[in-house]
T-cell receptor, first 113, second 111 residues
Framework: GDSVTQTEGQVALSEEDFLTIHCNYS??????LFWYVQYPGEGPQFLFR?????EKGSSRGFEATYNKEATSFHLQKASVQESDSAVYYCALSDLSSGQKLVFGQGTILKVYL | EAAVTQSPRSKVAVTGGKVTLSCHQTNNHDYMYWYRQDTGHGLRLIHY???????EKGDIPDGYKASRPSQENFSLILELASLSQTAVYFC??????????FGEGTRLSVL
């Protein structure tokens, strides 16, 4: 079946550092790709999505580009803040099956002052 | 404002007991989902529904039932709760071509 792999289980950065969280997927079809963010005690919040090859999604300074050849959708931010500390999830959805999401394992981001 | 409300927010259950988790949305969304969150596994789909009075199995349905009596309400039922079902459960709703909106979760501990 379809799957999503996030390489980093945890990332620790200082404020103003550059962030990359790696996301690779495996899917039989042409999925839509998503990033969600989850703060402690809350549910996952939608960050952005991309549906086509080379499409860039972005929100709140975060961005990722759909790379069909590399089957990747890596999350990046140029300058992180302490408030960005959270768990980040990459997910995919096969549009032919409605909006059912397949999630990666999640990456814990800790940003220190 | 769009919202998905889950109740209870936390629950302690005994092994072998029956547990019902409830989800309510007033977003006029057709699609509703139940996910389970475990450390190291992310979120996994248990059951989902595209229309009232109909539910479908997700990726990990064993040990769970679902009920969708109306467009707004979607319940997850554990008939015989087990230790392995200790987890955080999230409900979500959406419409076609829209990213699912999640509730704040229910933390379930089975003792």
């Amino acid at each position: 079946g379809d799957s999503v792999t996030q390489t980093e289980g945890q990332v620790a950065l200082s404020e103003e550092d550059f962030l990359t969280i790696h996301c690779n997927y495996s899917a039989s079809g042409y999925p839509a790709l998503f990033w969600y963010v989850q703060y402690p005690g809350e549910g996952p919040q939608f960050l952005f999505r991309a549906s086509r090859d080379k499409e860039k999604g972005s929100s709140r300074g975060f961005e990722a580009t759909y790379n069909k050849e590399a089957t990747s959708f890596h999350l990046q931010k140029a300058s992180v803040q302490e408030s960005d500390s959270a768990v980040y999830y990459c997910a995919l959805s096969d549009l032919s099956s409605g909006q059912k999401l397949v999630f990666g394992q999640g990456t814990i981001l800790k940003v220190y002052l | 404002e769009a919202a998905v409300t889950q109740s209870p927010r936390s629950k302690v259950a005994v092994t072998g007991g029956k547990v019902t988790l409830s989800c309510h949305q007033t977003n006029n969304h057709d699609y509703m989902y139940w996910y389970r969150q475990d450390t190291g596994h992310g979120l996994r789909l248990i059951h989902y529904s595209y229309v009232a009075d109909s539910t479908e199995k997700g990726d990990i349905p064993d040990g769970y039932k679902a009920s969708r009596p109306s467009q707004e309400n979607f319940s997850l039922i554990l008939e015989l709760a087990s230790l392995s079902q200790t987890a955080v459960y999230f409900c979500a709703s959406s419409v076609q071509n829209q990213a699912p909106l999640f509730g704040e979760g229910t933390r379930l501990s089975v003792l």
